[in-house]
């Protein structure tokens, strides 16, 4: 069975999709597909969701590819971390967990929220 990353790929290129169009239609960051198709980052099951709907195919069709409840903090974390060396702040170990746990409050929030029509 191919990795999650390299079905992705497949799916958007036989769909004639970009990345940025793919992520666009997923209402996902740019980024996020470019890590989800290189496996640096486990999608969460509502991205999951997101991706099955964008590239016209049943909701569940990812189902074997869904995360564990905590793959998707150890997720999380490696995103916030990327987002912290991107920005190229060296936080002390202290500060790290306060940034890692503050966002980590603001992801459970934001997913929690209800949709805007």
Excluded: C, W
């Excluded at 999650?4 to 996902?28: C, I, N, P, T, V």
């Excluded at 991107?86 to 500060?95: A, G, K």
């Amino acid at each position: 069975m191919n990795s999650f990353g390299e079905e992705l790929k497949r799916l958007r290129k036989e769909r004639g999709l970009s990345q940025k169009e793919l992520a666009d239609s997923a209402e996902l960051g740019d980024v996020q597909i470019s890590t989800y198709e290189n496996g640096r980052v486990v999608p969460t099951k509502k991205s999951l969701r997101a991706l099955a709907r964008a590239l016209n195919l049943p909701e569940g069709y990812f189902n074997d590819f869904m995360p564990e409840e905590s793959e998707e903090i150890v997720s999380h974390d490696v995103m916030i971390r990327e987002l912290l060396d991107f920005l190229n702040l060296r936080p002390s170990y202290r500060h790290s967990k306060m940034i890692l746990d503050m966002m980590r409050t603001i992801s459970e929030t934001y997913q929690k929220r209800e949709p805007v029509s």
